[in-house]
């Protein structure tokens, strides 16, 4: 069986093929009436973000039924590829292992969160005892799929947030996840840790309120990766109450994310659309239109939550021939209306048309 399909690259060629055993290939034979023509494409959307296990933030421990359930789900919203960024037990790579890859999107996962004791809420994830950040950290990076997550920083009751590793500590893990094949995720809300995980060498900032221009140069020069989490950082600040002191914080970080969006995209990171807990991987959509809100360009929204993130995860060969046939297709222009992000009208997976 195979598709022709007319692919319509934003801000870039128009490109005509065929999916064949599940890859892309030239065009030949009589395409089927239902194929999808003239129709603006990208290789999938990107949740660079996620919490699959559950669907909100309850911290319970995850289905592995009901989280094959919502990767489907988010397949039929177009989305191509999930970066799982842990969660308090191994559902999701349980999940990777059992739902056929043709039926979900690519997934990339952190295992157990790390943390401190303290640092983090309480009994959820891994805490790292003083010491045994290498043990950790290789452990992690052997069970999860790609990725190490450290909760860089968090608030202690009347004191505001604290520095969970040192600066020894993160550059160990950086370079111990490495040594394991995983790259590292450093959450951080406050002021002094992404500086810290940035010279550390992490290879991705997770919410980064506080990320100067000159992290934003550094983590630019080696590609990392920034996922701002807009809509969960709003969510909180809500939970928190605007004139909390936390709330007051995250605010200021806020600002400084929106003034850095266009500093971070010139400088090469790739900023990336993340869900977190407040909205569900099938939204992410929304994530990207919150992004254009805040001032991000049209091109620069359709990149982060697309190709973007394809290319920080060493992926960049959409739509060659031989590669696998996936896209996501859209009736207007999302360069032109991100909006559209949320309206696919069509999905393609390795050469079966989910939608
Ligand atoms: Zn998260």
Redesign the pocket.
């Known amino acids: 069986m195979h598709l022709r399909v007319v692919l319509r690259i934003p801000d870039g060629d128009t490109l005509v093929r065929d999916t064949l055993d599940g890859r892309w290939a030239d065009p030949w034979g009589v395409p089927d009436e239902s194929t999808p023509s003239d129709t603006w494409a990208l290789p999938g959307l990107v949740d660079a973000?996620a919490?699959l296990a559950r669907p909100t933030m309850d911290f319970q421990p995850g289905d592995v039924e009901e989280t094959g359930a919502r990767a489907r789900r988010a397949l039929e919203a177009g989305v191509g590829m999930i970066l799982d960024?842990?969660w308090v037990d191994l559902t999701v790579l349980r999940m990777a292992d059992q739902v056929p890859v043709d039926e979900r999107p690519d997934i990339e996962a952190a295992g157990v969160i790390l943390a401190v004791e303290g640092g983090y809420w309480a009994g959820f994830g891994r805490d790292v005892a003083p010491g045994r950040i290498v043990d950790e950290v290789a452990r992690a990076a052997r069970e999860g799929r790609g990725w190490v997550?450290l909760i860089g920083d968090w608030p202690r009751k009347g004191i505001g947030p604290v520095v969970n590793f040192n600066q020894a500590e993160l550059a160990q893990a950086v370079a111990v996840a490495r040594a394991n094949g995983a790259r590292v995720a450093v959450?951080t809300m406050a002021r002094e840790v992404p500086a810290m995980a940035v010279e550390a060498g992490a290879d991705s900032i997770?919410?980064g309120l506080f990320l100067s221009s000159r992290d934003l140069e550094v983590l630019g020069e080696r590609g990392g990766s920034w996922v701002p989490?807009v809509i969960?950082m709003e969510a909180v600040i809500e939970q928190l109450g605007e004139r909390s002191s936390g709330g007051r914080l995250l605010t200021e970080g806020l600002d400084n994310v929106a003034a850095n969006l266009k500093t971070a995209v010139d400088a090469g990171v790739h900023v990336l659309t993340?869900t977190?807990?407040a909205i569900m991987t099938h939204e992410v959509a929304r994530e990207a239109v919150r992004l254009w809100e805040l001032g991000m360009a049209p091109s620069a929204v359709v990149d982060a939550i697309s190709w973007s993130g394809y290319r920080a995860s060493g992926r960049d060969a959409a739509f060659e021939v031989g590669e696998p046939a996936n896209a996501v297709l859209f009736g207007e222009d999302p360069t032109v209306d991100p909006g559209v992000l949320a309206h696919p009208s069509r999905v393609i997976r390795m050469g079966r048309l989910v939608r």
């Open positions: 973000h919490h960024k842990g997550k959450h997770e919410h989490t969960q993340g977190d807990l």
